[in-house]
């Protein structure tokens, strides 16, 4: 059953308003499982990296949405501006997404929402994730681990919204 409802909770690549009151769920390797207050209780998983930098990829309406955020303590995004972006997963490609201004803390960053439940499964089986701006790579970050860490924020979005 769980392998079913995965897929429909992974929808969704999520990062919560990146409010500093989430409540830990629990860990999964380097990463870390929360429960965004803010966000109906929706879970997420986040990474830190040695350079300062936060990914967090989780659900939002009760799984049927998700979000992806990078942020990183040298970026001057502003917070709610509109940005094109491209992400990129194991140098593919990538997509074009309008993402959101964020800041976590002192930190900003962006967040694009997917409904498409092919992009958390590209997040799930791939080693690295690019994001590029303008031309520009901003981020090349490792999602070593990120498919046990999204099963485990499924299991914990399960908990939070049975049914």
């Known amino acids: 059953m769980k392998r079913i409802l995965l897929p429909l909770l992974l929808a969704t690549v999520a990062a919560p308003a990146f409010a500093l009151d989430l409540t830990e769920w629990g860990k999964e390797g380097d990463w870390v499982i929360l429960i965004d207050p803010n966000h109906d209780n929706n879970c ?17 309406e ?6 992806l955020a990078v942020v990183n303590p040298a970026w001057d995004f502003k917070k709610d501006d509109k940005y094109l972006l491209n992400y990129s997963v194991d140098g593919g490609a990538g997509i074009d997404a309008e993402s959101k201004g ?16 092919a992009v958390l499964y590209a997040l799930v089986k791939g080693n690295s994730l690019a994001l590029t701006y303008e031309g520009n790579k901003l981020a090349d970050v490792s999602l070593a681990g990120s498919a046990a860490a999204l099963e485990k924020a499924a299991v914990c979005e399960l908990e939070q919204h049975p049914g």
């Open 44 to 60: 997420l998983a986040q990474v830190s990296y040695s350079d300062g930098s936060l990914l967090r990829v989780g659900f939002r």
């Open 62 to 67: 009760k799984g049927k949405e998700g979000i």
């Open 102 to 117: 964020v800041a976590v803390g002192e930190m900003k960053g962006v967040e694009v929402p997917f409904k498409d439940p």
